[in-house]
């Protein structure tokens, strides 16, 4: 408990240092195009990014005098944090040198962001989970301010702020209720104290609630979806594709730990606002985005509703106040699709980025008009991940889908059977918006002819996306497995 073993941590003490290396290089370049920042962050990523997967089948290890747990859980979310950086610093890099917004920030912040990730997801003390939190939602207002000069930004900016900061100290205060209730930070001892049944249950659920909500906002859940759309419309694209990827991954671990680890006693409390939370998000999400002309904002609603598939998944785990067998399938579903969804967003925000040019932003459903015309292969592509999100076989999204409502059908509980059934029926509704997309790409007439071009790299690494999109979609075991495992041992420890 004392030992500090700075050896377990020594990916996170690595990025540390290489964030503090790309900002004193930077102060030294003068390349417009950041060529060394940029080289130099990617492969701080990479590395971060091997080590995180080379250590995957390592046993689970707490550090830091019992602040950090290091197991496969946390290995397999920074490893794929670490990834979705990598890609989305590709798309945006771009983007960024059109708008002027190219600058040291832009990497220095990327890399605090995917350490205040790694904090979250291996948090093993109430403290250690604020800390991360805070550092990666931080890192992420000042990346959305990134056009200092553009109203708009600075606005959605200002809501992020204002409204992370109300959810932070929801989920601080419920943070502290849980501490005053049961005498301790760490969350392995919190779940020992409430399991003996002899502290107040009025304490602890009132604590929950407000955990809840926390957890709520970070997600992107209805009822606390508000910022979603503001900001994800009013940052620019390449911050709106950062806070859409890795941050999903940090919520969805911070939520594991916190209710899973340390409140599964009180599954029945915070079940059934997750189960409210999860509709409501499918509802809002699905309905809005039906009425969206605007690209980013439609984009924005579909994640509150994919959200609601993911809070469906974490809900589902504890059947009659009891996990049992359930939990596995319901955990890692749940993961699995916050990591399918991750990989489909980052291409879908990643060809707005590349359609867009100096003073054309590309954010309109009608910007798309006839892009088969003009780019068959971008096309093609973004095709992929309109089906994926939409849930079209054979791609990813519809696995993810699928295992989820497996999930929760394999309970043999009808409140989870009738909940699949509106989420399949509400999926078909929102399937409209998805093939909206594909209608205006594949059918409409183009208004600007131009053919579409974009750097080497990017082309590579978009079909890339794509690929994988289509290819785990029909192949899916491995990275089920991979899920699987990371939560099976995290549940052991």
Request: proline share 4%; charged share 10%.
């Amino acid at each position: 408990m004392n030992d500090m073993n700075w050896v377990a941590v020594y990916p996170e003490i690595l990025l540390l240092a290489l964030a503090c290396v790309v900002a004193l290089v930077d102060l030294f370049v003068t390349d417009p195009r950041r060529t060394t920042t940029y080289w130099l962050t990617q492969l701080s990523l990479a590395v971060v990014g091997v080590m995180h997967f080379a250590a995957m089948g390592d046993a689970p290890t707490e550090t830091m005098q019992g602040m950090l747990v290091v197991d496969p859980l946390s290995h397999l979310l920074s490893g794929v944090s670490a990834v979705a950086l990598i890609i989305t610093l590709v798309y945006a890099r771009p983007y960024a040198e059109s708008r002027d917004i190219l600058k040291g920030e832009l990497f220095t912040l990327s890399l605090l962001v995917l350490l205040g990730v790694n904090v979250m997801v291996a948090a093993n003390n109430f403290l250690t989970t604020y800390l991360g939190l805070e550092l990666m939602s931080l890192s992420l207002y000042a990346l959305t301010a990134l056009r200092r000069d553009h109203t708009i930004s600075t606005e959605a900016a200002m809501k992020y702020f204002v409204l992370g900061a109300l959810a932070s100290g929801f989920l601080l205060y419920g943070l502290s209720m849980m501490y005053g209730a049961t005498g301790s930070l760490s969350i392995p001892r919190v779940f020992e104290v409430i399991s003996t049944g002899t502290v107040n249950k009025g304490v602890l659920v009132l604590g929950v609630v407000f955990v809840v909500a926390g957890l709520g906002f970070k997600l992107g859940a209805a009822p606390f979806h508000m910022w979603v759309p503001d900001v994800y419309q009013g940052a620019p694209t390449a911050a709106t594709l950062l806070i859409g990827g890795a941050p999903k991954l940090a919520a969805l671990g911070m939520t594991l730990r916190l209710l899973v680890e340390g409140m599964l006693p009180l599954a029945t409390d915070w079940q059934q606002m997750m189960l409210v939370m999860a509709v409501a998000s499918l509802v809002v999400g699905n309905l809005a985005a039906i009425a969206q002309s605007n690209l980013k904002r439609m984009l924005a609603y579909s994640t509150i509703s994919q959200m609601g598939f993911v809070v469906l998944g974490l809900a589902s785990g504890v059947v009659n106040g009891q996990p049992d067998m359930h939990a596995l399938n319901a955990y890692s579903s749940a993961m699995f699709y916050a990591i399918s969804y991750v990989l489909t967003t980052l291409g879908s925000f990643g060809l707005i980025m590349l359609l867009a040019r100096q003073g054309f932003e590309s954010e309109q459903i009608s910007d798309l008009a006839g892009l088969f015309k003009r780019s068959p292969w971008f096309a093609f592509v973004m095709a992929i991940y309109m089906f994926s999100l939409a849930g079209i076989p054979p791609m990813v999204g519809f696995y993810g889908k699928l295992a989820v409502l497996q999930a929760m059908v394999t309970t043999g509980q009808s409140l989870y059977i009738w909940l699949a059934v509106i989420a399949v029926l509400l999926s078909l509704v929102g399937a409209f918006y998805y093939l909206r997309v594909v209608k205006v790409m594949f059918f409409d007439e183009p208004t600007d002819h131009s053919p579409v071009t974009a750097p080497a790299d990017a082309r590579v690494v978009m079909s890339l996306n794509g690929a994988a999109v289509l290819v785990l979609g029909l192949v899916p075991s491995g990275l089920l497995a991979l899920c699987t495992q990371a939560v099976v041992r995290a549940l052991a420890h």
